[in-house]
């Protein structure tokens, strides 16, 4: 008999009857197999959606457990039978049915695993298995590994490599070859300072026609100028931006020059540690956390004598563009926000805030908000950025990658920060050919359905094959596999939060919560499966590759989720712009912008950056300017603007 005085079991069991129906009532001489099936007719069909069914099974789940493994102990040594009633007399038929009624409301959960093909017996074994066996291993590694969110210690041994095993084509660099810049000078307008290169920065601070701490001012003034229309910033780091602003310029005095990221200004998004500064990781939760710890990122930076001017908005533990201080904006059409979790970067590089940031996906977070703001943007291949003291979602999809003002500032960026992170066991110091000396005439590059075709003709007037082409696969659950793999990764890495109740202040509760609460329940058996699905999809991705790159749309969900399930590299293109919708009738200076995506097989981002500089070689999209805030006499939107928050969908 189960004891109902445990307050575990009489609360959860009471909670269950209350909502599912108490069926026990029935009369004591009702045959036990009928109060089974009226058990089983409380699971509702898995088609409803709905509160009280969720909590109905899962309490069923709970008290029906507690109550199996009591009720197991006394039918392990009958027959095997598929119900354990069958030889139970009457008089011990009132009892007989409780049990019965646990093992069926355990079956009733055992639906929302496709797992209902035990019969009751083997329910019971279950229950007994799981509450002796299975929960006190759970809970030891818990208590090991899970006590801290954000999963920035413990990594799984359990490594992604998107290695295809094929041989690099080109001998490897281990600098690149930048390409020099000579006769410059600066600008008089501390606007036209904001958009220059990071190549053409450099050359100022080289020639000292300006410092490094006169850029790190100007920038920080602009950062705190439009901030409150674009929402992009979450911490100014001015008095470690003007310390290294200062180490910069005396090295340069000594005669001491560290390259062409030497004293240039730049932004992290805020799920990348900084010693001594909040790692808010956009979450109300965390918005005063100070991890005391350097992210293996910012020492790159740092050794480059980059100069971090602030950390910027991600979005709540890094999913779109929502955080604990608002929502992000588009500075090209701030009645839109920017989307994507690396907001910030993305505006704050789009506005001319910081020469240049880094961001970081997981499924979108680099391409949406690039797209968005119409900056070139570089996903790299997954295991090309260390992420040691960085938040994460899921160790085989996580990637840290830049957002410039051109693919030749972020072929310089990623030379400075790519490389084997000692701490990162997913890290690879992958031996990349040197972007700038690539022989783009000797490349074959399709484009698919979607590429934007200004692209593709101005590639083959450049001397480049190229090709129609179309990505073939027989996997149809791509998007599916993404939300597994990352869904679960994230509840791994934020178990605790989820326990403690934290998820009920999240920002936006149809992202996160929803999407951690259903992951729960996806078992470590379909998780396996859909590993085993992607790498049978980065099989064929592989094989249907028969091109050195190809163009397509950088924002469609399917190949969003492909890419980065094969680790695939992209970098975003700015390829133009259009008008928005319904502007006023005497115009706005506000624009849509159009983009593509350049994509490689992994450990060929060289190729994408190659392909990416020689288009912007002869185009100038990539050095618009955005109005941000400046929408001109005749464009007035409503303040604050009224743009309808979209509904998370969800992609099967």
């Known amino acids: 008999m189960v004891d109902v005085r445990n307050p575990f079991y009489s609360t959860a069991y009471r909670i269950q009857l209350r909502l599912c129906g108490n ?21 509702p069909a898995l088609h409803f959606a709905g509160t009280r069914f969720f909590v109905c099974v899962i309490f069923s789940l709970l008290a029906a457990t507690v109550g199996s493994y009591a009720a197991f102990s006394q039918f392990h040594s009958l027959s095997d039978t598929s119900s354990p009633c069958n030889k139970m007399d009457s008089k011990n038929s009132s009892e007989c049915s409780e049990k019965a009624m646990h093992a069926s409301q355990l079956e009733c959960a055992f639906e929302l695993l496709d797992s209902n093909f035990f019969n009751e017996r083997k329910v019971l074994e279950i229950a007994k298995g799981a509450t ?13 590994v899970a006590s801290e969110n954000g999963g920035l ?16 084509e080109q001998e490897a660099s281990k600098i690149f070859n930048y390409p020099s810049i000579s006769s410059i000078q600066k600008p008089e307008n501390e606007e036209d300072i904001a958009f220059m290169s990071i190549l053409e920065l450099g050359a100022l601070i080289r020639t000292k026609q300006v410092t490094s701490e006169e850029l790190a ?9 439009y901030n409150p229309a674009l929402e992009a910033v979450v911490t100014y780091t001015d008095e470690l931006a003007y310390q290294q602003a200062k180490e910069a310029d005396e090295l340069l005095a000594q005669g001491k020059y560290l390259g062409p990221l030497h004293g240039i200004p730049y932004g992290l998004k805020d799920i990348i540690a900084v010693p001594q500064y909040k790692t808010t990781w956009g979450s109300t939760t965390f918005k005063n956390q100070v991890l005391n710890t350097e992210a293996w990122v ?200 989820q326990r403690s109740g934290k998820d009920d202040v999240y920002e936006a509760q149809d992202q996160w919560p929803v999407e951690l609460r259903r992951s729960r329940i996806i078992t470590a058996v379909d998780y396996i499966q859909a590993q085993r699905a992607r ?118």
């Open 217 to 225: 001012r100007i920038f920080l003034k602009r950062l705190k100028r």
């Open 298 to 497: 910012y020492k790159r930076l740092k050794s480059a004598g980059a100069v971090l001017v602030a950390k910027l908005v991600s979005g709540s533990l890094a999913y779109d563009d929502i955080w604990f201080g608002g929502r992000t904006r588009n500075p090209w059409n701030i009645e839109e926000f920017s989307t994507g979790s690396s907001a910030g970067p993305a505006a704050c590089t789009s506005a001319g805030m910081v020469p240049f940031a880094i961001g970081s996906e997981t499924a979108g977070s680099m391409t949406y908000p690039g797209a968005r703001c119409g900056v070139t943007a570089l996903r790299p291949t997954f295991g090309t950025v260390g992420r040691t003291g960085v938040m994460s979602i899921s160790e085989s999809l996580d990637k840290l990658g830049p957002f410039c003002r051109s693919a030749a500032d972020c072929t310089i960026v990623l030379d400075a920060i790519r490389g084997k992170d000692p701490d990162d066991l997913s890290s690879r110091d992958f031996p990349f050919a040197d972007p700038f000396s690539v022989d783009i005439t000797k490349l074959t590059v399709g484009y698919l359905e979607d590429a934007e075709m200004e692209v593709v003709q101005v590639l083959a007037e450049k001397g480049i094959k190229m090709v129609p082409f179309k990505l073939n696969y027989t996997v149809d659950s791509v998007q599916g596999i993404l939300n597994f793999t990352m869904d679960v990764d994230m509840l791994a890495h934020f178990d605790e939060w």
């Open 153 to 168: 210690h413990n990594p799984s041994v359990l490594t992604f490599n998107p290695d295809w095993g094929t041989k690099q």
């Open 535 to 652: 790498g049978k999809l980065i099989r064929e991705v592989k094989e249907s590759f028969t091109v050195d790159a190809f163009i397509g749309n950088v924002t469609d969900w399917e190949k969003v989720c492909l890419g980065n399930l094969v680790g695939l590299p992209v970098i975003v293109v700015p390829a133009g712009f259009k008008n928005i919708s319904n502007p006023p009738p005497s115009g706005s200076r506000r624009r849509t912008t159009i983009t593509t995506g350049i994509y490689a097989p992994p450990k060929h981002d060289h190729i994408a950056l190659a392909l990416a500089i020689a288009y912007q070689s002869v185009t100038d999209h990539h050095k618009q300017c955005p109005p941000i805030n400046n929408l001109g006499p005749n464009d007035i939107i409503p303040d604050p603007p009224t743009v309808t928050i979209p509904p998370r969908i969800l992609h099967l």
């Open 132 to 144: 002796e066996f299975n929960l006190p291993i759970i809970r030891a590694n818990r208590k090991l």
């Open 23 to 43: 069926k026990q009532g029935a009369s004591s001489s009702r045959k036990n197999k009928n109060v089974a099936n009226m058990s089983r007719d409380t699971c």
